[in-house]
């Protein structure tokens, strides 16, 4: 089992930056890929970004070039550094971690069997 626990939402004004965090813990050995997802209200969850144990890394393009995420084996920690938000990217975003991925983009969300609880993030214009 893998539990995952997010932090670091909040509200900031359009051109704000915000980092999040994600703290696995449990039998994260087994962990292929973790992912970011983000789901506003009235849209369909959406894949952010991901990075497999390994380093590689994939970036919705909607957001390329604003976020960049990170990893730190050592302490089981996924990060996710936003820059540059706009009032679009308010969303619930949601940590993920999966034990069967199929290496796709976008990321399939039955790929991902851990979530965590979500953080909000709010941007203001």
């Known amino acids: 089992q893998v539990r995952l626990t997010e932090s670091g939402g909040g509200s900031v004004q359009a051109g704000g930056s915000l980092r999040l965090s994600c703290a696995a813990s449990g039998d994260t050995g087994s962990i292929e890929c973790m992912a970011w997802f983000r789901q506003a209200p009235g849209k369909e969850r959406e894949g952010v970004a991901y990075?497999?144990?390994?380093?590689?890394?994939e970036y919705a393009d909607s957001m390329k070039g604003r976020i960049a995420i990170s990893q730190d084996n050592a302490k089981n920690t996924v990060s996710l550094e936003m820059n540059s938000l706009k009032p679009e990217d308010t969303a619930m975003y949601y940590c993920a971690a999966s034990l069967g991925w199929r290496r796709s983009w976008p990321p399939p969300r039955i790929d991902f069997a851990y979530w965590g609880q979500g953080t909000q993030v709010i941007v203001s214009s």
């Open positions: 990075i497999t144990p390994g380093g590689t890394i």
